[in-house]
């Protein structure tokens, strides 16, 4: 049995049965244990929802744990190398949905998308303070520091490149090209826009601190986030030390009601979706489907981390 723990859309479960066959995977929803099918199931299909020791164990039949997407950290590794169940990712099939969604939240943030849609929404779109305009702000001549430099960091370098903007990045090893590379602390003392691309590990979690970063500056995070100490980042925006911050990910998720982030005007928030379309869907779908198929026929899987 194929299981897809998730809470698909229409377009998700249509693009499941044309990649995989009509009734061939079971869908589980995301907010309901996996206990049912715990017996029977072969092969999961992971988006969020934490894959835990207790169930690797429970599910002796079990023999791939396929994300659908890049990020394991919500998959119990150690419990799944000894139980024998492999787990693959799927790097580079979310990098353009995931690089036009950091760009999305550096514009709005620097041009106030969300305040002046309200305001306009409201009737007072051209009655404002004038005084509003002047905290807006371009990506052109500002120095964007990417942190990690993946497949989604350097899709967006050279679109970052062409509006104008100095990048710089910081990676585990310098890399070949045209961007300047520095070490972390310069980056986040240096950029005027921060944007997050590296995975969460025990190094990475909490490396990044707001009040390390430029006076004025924007962070952008459509990675992971507990690579922020989340109430720094709170007390950075509320005291003016950062400009704002376009978030896409959060230490808690589903972000809780009553998450001060909740409440800060120069946040622009999202539900962990940056890496969600339909054509990240569909190439996504194909991978795990390939891997599926090799499973059977006790081929080598595709980008197997355990």
């Given at each position: 049995m194929i299981v897809l723990h998730a809470r698909p859309s229409p377009g998700f479960r249509a693009a499941v049965d044309a990649v995989f066959g009509a009734g061939v995977v079971t869908h589980v929803d995301e907010a309901a244990p996996l206990d049912a099918v715990a017996g029977e199931i072969t092969a999961l299909l992971h988006v969020l929802t934490p894959v835990t020791a207790d169930f690797i164990a429970s599910a002796p039949g079990l023999k791939l744990i396929?994300?659908?997407?890049?990020?394991?950290?919500?998959?119990?590794?150690?419990?799944?190398?000894?139980?024998?169940?492999?787990?693959?990712?799927?790097?580079?099939?979310?990098?353009?949905?995931?690089?036009?969604m950091a760009l999305s939240l550096m514009m709005a943030v620097l041009r106030r998308t969300c305040f002046f849609d309200a305001r306009t929404r409201a009737g007072e779109g051209w009655t404002a303070d004038p005084s509003e305009l002047d905290s807006v702000g371009e990506v052109g001549g500002r120095t964007v520091g990417l942190v990690g430099f993946g497949n989604s960091a350097q899709l967006l370098a050279p679109v970052l490149a062409a509006l104008g903007a100095r990048v710089v990045y910081t990676a585990r090893s310098e890399r070949d090209g045209p961007y300047e590379f520095l070490q972390l602390g310069q980056l986040l003392a240096e950029s005027d826009i921060v944007s997050l691309h590296m995975p969460l590990t025990e190094e990475t979690r909490a490396s990044i601190d707001p009040f390390a970063m430029k006076q004025g500056a924007v962070l952008v995070n459509t990675a992971r986030g507990e690579l922020v100490d989340e109430e720094r980042l709170v007390a950075a925006l509320t005291a003016g030390h950062l400009r704002g911050a376009g978030l896409d990910v959060f230490a808690e998720e589903p972000l809780p009601r009553g998450n001060p982030l909740l409440g800060l005007p120069n946040a622009v928030l999202a539900p962990h979706i940056a890496w969600l379309t339909p054509e990240t869907l569909v190439r996504s779908l194909t991978v795990a489907h390939e891997n599926c198929r090799r499973l059977g026929a006790g081929e080598a899987l595709l980008h197997q981390v355990v």
């Open positions: 396929q994300k659908l997407g890049v990020g394991v950290n919500t998959i119990a590794l150690d419990a799944a190398r000894e139980h024998g169940v492999a787990v693959c990712n799927m790097p580079g099939t979310n990098s353009q949905a995931v690089a036009e």
